[in-house]
């Protein structure tokens, strides 16, 4: 990893735009909506730091003398800058963006290559609904209860897990929050128990022919069975942090961890064994089988 990514919460924040032109223009679009307070200064007024003052970010566009001169008032003041365009003046870059409220996707390239970043970018916003910003927001508002009624880790994410396919995210999406709410509390004061169930998951490759909810399947999964043959890029599309298991897991293994509210993924680079289904079936787990992207 040749630069560190991270997010700075804007409430409460300044951030300057110093120059003129479509390029200051788009750097100021990227605030929409944002609850930085968002200030432009133009001509001899950014050469000044005190332009700068409180400031936590800076991006400046302009001419070469313009940002030589833009960038060092900002540094005085203690901002981190940004120039257009210059990126061994920047002390970051600007990523692409995926913009949906409290849910934001970043594709940066160290400023490299801002074309690709857009291209990843546009990859990536095909998948998160416009409403996804929703759904945090409400697992933010009622993060403290979930805590407080499962302390259990294992529980609580699995809880949380089902939460995000459940009715409640549903409204939260549709933009329907009391809803949503209502929901939520109700599932928190049933006790959080999660439902568990096992998706069979094509393991072969290539990665790109994964249906979407063969991809959401394995970025939701707690637990993977991996074939010593797994392609490797279908299994760089898993959770890092879920556990994995040899293929040799048993059907009773499978039963016993969808009982527990597990979320199981088993990838799948040959003929799926009935007796898998069987076992499942005979115990009541929920089983969703995604071994082809339609044609």
Not at 118 to 140: F, H, M
Not at 172 to 182: H, I, K, P
Not at 195 to 207: H, I, L, T, Y
Request: overall charge neutral; hydrophobic content about 55%.
């Amino acid at each position: 990893m040749d630069v560190f990514p991270a997010y700075f919460p804007l409430a409460g924040r300044k951030v300057v735009i110093a120059g003129a032109g479509e390029a200051a223009d788009a750097k100021a679009r990227l605030f929409d909506g944002s609850p930085a307070l968002l200030v432009r200064v133009e001509g001899p007024t950014a050469f000044l730091p005190g332009s700068y003052s409180g400031a936590s970010l800076a991006f400046i566009a302009g001419d070469e003398l313009f940002v030589q001169a833009a960038a060092g008032a900002a540094r005085a003041a203690r901002a981190l800058v940004n120039v257009v365009d210059h990126p061994a003046l920047s002390d970051f870059h600007t990523p692409a963006l995926v913009d949906r409220g409290e849910v934001v996707a970043a594709v940066g390239t160290a400023g490299s290559a801002p074309l690709l970043a857009s291209l990843i970018r546009n990859a990536i916003e095909t998948r998160v609904p416009e409403g996804a910003g929703k759904v945090a927001a409400l697992l933010r508002r009622n993060q403290a209860a979930v805590r407080a009624a499962i302390p259990d880790l294992t529980q609580r994410r699995a809880f949380l897990r089902d939460m995000l396919a459940s009715p409640a995210a549903e409204a939260a999406m549709a933009g329907d929050m009391a809803t949503a709410d209502r929901l939520f509390g109700e599932a928190i004061a049933n006790g959080g128990k999660a439902v568990g169930r096992v998706r069979f998951v094509a393991g072969r490759g290539p990665a790109d022919l994964l249906t979407l909810r063969a991809s959401r399947a394995l970025a939701e999964a707690d637990v993977l069975v991996i074939p010593a043959d797994v392609d490797p890029g279908v299994l760089a599309m898993a959770r890092r942090d879920a556990d994995r298991l040899a293929d040799e897991a048993s059907p009773e293994s499978l039963v016993a961890l969808a009982q527990a509210g597990r979320q199981v993924v088993r990838l799948i680079t040959g003929p799926l064994d009935p007796r898998d289904l069987k076992a499942l079936a005979a115990a009541g787990v929920a089983v969703e089988v995604l071994l082809a992207a339609p044609s």
